[in-house]
Structures are given as structure tokens and as C-alpha cells.
């Protein structure tokens, strides 16, 4: 399970002042070079039982207005978004030494009136109690924060309100914790617990750990990466941290750019199912369920490469949707790609998962329905086929793509592309982003016009992509074979509850969704995990009958047992890779 579309900027150092935001009306900027406007955060948690983080935001040195000042939270953080911010009672304020009215202009909005005091201070209680709520717990808790006796993990965009019209000058967060807990932060200290995140976006959008961590480091040229592992997980770090490292190195290498500043991964207590990460600005939240921990160096890589590549672009510029193929399919197509060159994985895995890939391809429910360009947009976030089209197909066209490259005999590769595309500075400025059109351009550079065309008709049309007959002129021979299923059931499974479902496997293909409940298989009434898993490889009369419940309703399939069309891929093209 791998999360992650959400915009962080490039691992840099510290630009001196914040990216400008619009200046209100009832505010104005510094009015010269002297001026200075401070806002220094405290975040103080007097004790793991507490719960909660009282935070205050001291605002100082800005020219005031009479109207209202507007602040805000961050909402789009996390793939479970939540309707409102989790608050324990109202945001209070003090300006000028007077209690001030705070009015709630909308779920993550507030109005501040000022009336010309030049000072202003906000209080507010912050329950650490996320991960307990439904919505999160159920898919998402990883990626929100948690306290434990001898540690706990904050996400900033749950604790800092933030002043929408006025950019300061000065950012400082400070941390009161309970004796003896350390912090463990991607930002620039200034004093003891005391931190500069140096840029809104850092401020947040970024993890930072307290309490008592196992940590270890990771440095590249002027780029220092610490990796943060929550107590209990001993097995885990035996088998995460070189893995790490080795990736690290070689993506930044391969990113092509100078890297400088500093980079958090955060393994917190392992609150999901399987393997989960999502990166954020200066930071990445991780998350292996305790039984996988002994076989991560299996599994981990993947997962590693995938959200330390999305660092990349995020860095640069906003993937617009019509391109969600590429920021989702070639990061993945780069996350089986990189583990196999650095010999964390074998080629021979690696043409097997392009096989697996080519056969959820094959029985996507949206095959011939939509685009791969259509695919990222809304119907992303909504529908499971549309997104799985998204990553197993961009990925198909990652490989393909990189085979016509090579093909062109230049000695150029698909990382001679994606540099050149990601790097154009054209795409840095006044935030703007590439387009379809721009990236066929490219394409078109390292290929001919009859590939580009070829590939605007891959994912502009729905989708059609045949392994066999793309990958043929490429000198990959690609079988196809009709055979019969293995009935092993590929799922996760919390008793008879489904967590989550192989895209690929015949379990999907039969209608079975994350979130159902089985009640009876082939005729045998379930009532556990061990019974569901036996009663599913019986089919009675070659037919696949099961009552389900889905969303408080119950729902009956009846498929026949479906052939498997599985494709055979061969490792040797690309062991020249390595």
C-alpha cells in the first residue's frame, strides 16, 4: 500500500524568508529591510497520559489593520481527510495584552479581530487522539500523530494554525516535553528544542519525533538524512536502514540537481496493515506491520524508492492530474526498478512484477472505458480501478517507454528523460506546471514523432495498452497464456472483514471489495478468517457464489470461476539496466 500525491518541496536549505502570499487588505508586508515579523510557536505536552498538545502562535512585528486577520489550518495532508480539525474547545486570542474575538469562518478557517494591536497571541489544545477515530483508523492512521508512554510522533498540519496574509520573517517552534524526551526534527535547530522550519510549506507539512527514538544517519554531499525508528521495532531496523541508505544515495544521484538540508524518515509505531509511506516536505512517515518487519528487506525497498522518488517533482512543481500517470506509474515503474540495479532485488523479480502488472492491466474493469489521462483525475480518489489503472499502466508505459528510448541506439534512458522533464526550470517559476503537450514534446526529443504519437494515443484513448504488440518492436517477446486460476484467497483480512484486496488476483475480478464482510462462501457460513480462507478455495459447481455485507446491505456474487490470462516477460532485456 503506497500513499502519496501530496506536494513537498525540494530537500534545500533554508531561503532566508518565506515563499510571498498574498497581502490583505488589512495588512501589509514589512515596509523595509529593518522590519522583522516573528511568529514563534510552543507545542507543549506535560505528559504521555495527557493526550493532547497545547500549542500557542505568538505573532509579533507586523503593521496593524483595523479589519479582521484570517488564519487557517492545513487540510490536505493525508489521503483521509477529516470534515474539521481535531480541537479540544475553541482557539482563544490575546491582542495587545486584551482577550481578542475569534470567529470560526469555516471548518479549517478562523477570524481574528485585531483592531490595530500590533501583537497578537493564539492558544489552542490539540487532542493527539487521531488515530482512534474511525475514518483514520480503518485506512490512514499512519500518517497521523500518536503519543506513547516513552514516545510520540506529531504532524504538524494537526498542530499549527497559520496567519493567511502575513509572511513572516522569523519562524521559530519550540517543544516542552516531559523530562528526558529528546526531538528528533528535519528542521534547523536554533536551541535546545527550539527549531526553524524556515518555510511555511516546511512548517505545515513535516513529521517530527519526540521522545526516545532509535536513530540513524544517512549523508550525501551537503544532504544529511536521519531515520527515525519508534521503540519495539528492533527487527525492523536490522533490515530497514542499508536498504535506505543505498536507495537514498542512488536517487539523489540519479535526480540529477545539487541536494543540500536535511531529510526525516519516520518509522512510527506500526498502526496499518502491511507496508504504508507518504512523504511530506522535509519528511517521510513509514509504516511496517510487526509480522512483516523480518521479510522488509524484501518488501521495503519498493517502498522506499517509490516515496523518496516522489521527492523529485513534488519539489518542483504540482503534477497536474492529466499527468497523474507519470507522477504515479513511472515513480512506481523507478520504486522496482532502482532495488533491482542495486541488486536489492533480481531481474527475474523485477519481469515478474511487469508481468503481474500486464494482468491487472488486462482484467481492470475500466480497460477500454477510460484514459489514463481521465484516470487522474477526480475518479482518482473514488474509484479503487480507476486508481490502480493509473499506477499498474503509467507503470507499463514507464517500461515501455524506456525500451523505445534505448531502441533509438543513443545511449540514452528513460532517466535522461525524466531529468530532462523534471529539471526544466521552466517549471520552477510563478508556479508552473508541464503539460500533457510539454511532456510529448519531450518524449518526442528522445524518441521520434511516431513514438510521441504512439504514446499520446496510449493515454489519451482508453485504455488498450497490449504488452505483446507494443513491447514486440522494442525486442521484447512477451507470451500471453490462458490458464487456470490458483484459488487462494488475496486479501488481508481483519476476521471476516476485508482490509484490502489484490488488484490482480480472482478474488477482485469476482466483485470482492475492501470494506466487505463475508457471511457465507459456496454455501459455508463464515466466521472467521481461517474459515473464510477455506471455504473460498471450494467452488461448487466451478461457480464462486458469496453473500457479503457492504455498507450495512447484503449482496450476493455468482461468477463462474474465471481463466487467468497471465503473461510470461522475459528478465534479459532489462538486466541491462544494472
Not at 55 to 76: C, I, K, N
Not at 318 to 342: K, N, Q, S
Not at 357 to 375: E, V
Not at 420 to 425: I, L, Q
Request: glycine residues 8%.
Amino acid at each position: 500500500m503506497i500513499r502519496s500525491s501530496y506536494r513537498s518541496l525540494w530537500l534545500a536549505t533554508c531561503w532566508g524568508v518565506l515563499a510571498a502570499h498574498p497581502v490583505g487588505q488589512a495588512f501589509a508586508e514589512p515596509s523595509g529591510p529593518g522590519d522583522r515579523v516573528s511568529l514563534t510557536y510552543t507545542v507543549a505536552i506535560e505528559s504521555p497520559a495527557s493526550q493532547r498538545a497545547e500549542v500557542t502562535a505568538a505573532l509579533t512585528g507586523f503593521e496593524p489593520g483595523e479589519t479582521d486577520m484570517r488564519w487557517e489550518m492545513r487540510r490536505r495532508f493525508a489521503f483521509v481527510r477529516l470534515p474539521e480539525p481535531l480541537l479540544d474547545g475553541r482557539v482563544r486570542a490575546v491582542a495587545g495584552g486584551h482577550s481578542a474575538s475569534v470567529e470560526r469562518a469555516g471548518p479549517y478557517e478562523w477570524n481574528l479581530a485585531v483592531h490595530g494591536q500590533p501583537e497578537i497571541t493564539l492558544s489552542y489544545v490539540v487532542p493527539l487522539t487521531h488515530r482512534s477515530l474511525d475514518a483514520v483508523a480503518k485506512r490512514d492512521a499512519y500518517e497521523y500523530p500518536y503519543l506513547a508512554p516513552d514516545h510520540g510522533l506529531l504532524v504538524t498540519p494537526t498542530l499549527f494554525l497559520w496567519p493567511k496574509d502575513i509572511p513572516p520573517t522569523d519562524l521559530r517552534v519550540r517543544f516542552e516535553l516531559p523530562a528526558g524526551w529528546k526531538v528528533v526534527s528535519p528542521w534547523r535547530s536554533v536551541g535546545e528544542h527550539e527549531f526553524d522550519p524556515c518555510r511555511r510549506e516546511s512548517l505545515l507539512n513535516d513529521l517530527v519525533a519526540i521522545g526516545n527514538w532509535h536513530t540513524y544517519e544517512i549523508r550525501v554531499g551537503g544532504f544529511v538524512g536521519t531515520v527515525a525508528i519508534a521503540p519495539g521495532q528492533e527487527t525492523l531496523e536490522k533490515t530497514a536502514v542499508d536498504p535506505i541508505r543505498r536507495i537514498v544515495e542512488y536517487e539523489l544521484e540519479l535526480f540529477g540537481r545539487p541536494v543540500e538540508g536535511r531529510y526525516l524518515f519516520v518509522f512510527g509505531r506500526p498502526d496499518t496493515r502491511g507496508m504504508a509511506g507518504s512523504p511530506k516536505t522535509d519528511s517521510m512517515t513509514l509504516s511496517v506491520e510487526t509480522g512483516l518487519a523480518e521479510h522488509a528487506s524484501k518488501y521495503l525497498p519498493h517502498l522506499i524508492a517509490h516515496e523518496f522518488f516522489h521527492t523529485w517533482t513534488a519539489a518542483l512543481f504540482e503534477m497536474p492530474d492529466e499527468l497523474r500517470w507519470v507522477g504515479e506509474g513511472f515513480t512506481d515503474y523507478y520504486a522496482y526498478l532502482v532495488p533491482a540495479r542495486l541488486g536489492l532485488s533480481t531481474w527475474d523479480e523485477f519481469a515478474t512484477t511487469l508481468a503481474k502488472k500486464m494482468q491487472s492491466c488486462a482484467i481492470n474493469p475500466q480497460r477500454g472505458q477510460l484514459a489514463l489521462g481521465a484516470a487522474g483525475k477526480d475518479v482518482f480518489f473514488n474509484d479503487r480501478d480507476a486508481y490502480n489503472l493509473v499506477y499498474d499502466g503509467g507503470l507499463l508505459i514507464a517500461a515501455w517507454l524506456d525500451r523505445a528510448i534505448r531502441s533509438q541506439g543513443r545511449g540514452e534512458t528513460l532517466d535522461d528523460l525524466m531529468r530532462a522533464f523534471n529539471n526544466d526550470p521552466r517549471w520552477t517559476k510563478d508556479d508552473a506546471t508541464p503539460s500533457l503537450k510539454q511532456f510529448l514534446n519531450v518524449a518526442e526529443q528522445f524518441t521520434d514523432r511516431t513514438t510521441a504519437a504512439t504514446l499520446e494515443r496510449f493515454v489519451t484513448q482508453p485504455y488498450e495498452f497490449d504488452p505483446l504488440l507494443a513491447f514486440a518492436p522494442l525486442g521484447v517477446e512477451i507470451r500471453r497464456e490462458i490458464t487456470a486460476p490458483q484459488m487462494g484467497l488475496r486479501a488481508n483480512l481483519d476476521g471476516t472483514r476485508v482490509i484490502d484486496v489484490d488488484a490482480s488476483s480472482i478474488t477482485y475480478r469476482v466483485g470482492v471489495r475492501a470494506n466487505d464482510r463475508f457471511v457465507e462462501i459456496n454455501g459455508q457460513p463464515v466466521q472467521s478468517a481461517r474459515e473464510v480462507r477455506a471455504a473460498w478455495r471450494n467452488p461448487v459447481d466451478n461457480r464462486i457464489r458469496v453473500t457479503l455485507e457492504r455498507d450495512g446491505e447484503e449482496l450476493k456474487l455468482d461468477e463462474p470461476v474465471p481463466k487467468i490470462e497471465q503473461f510470461i516477460v522475459p528478465a534479459d532485456p532489462w538486466r541491462e539496466h544494472g
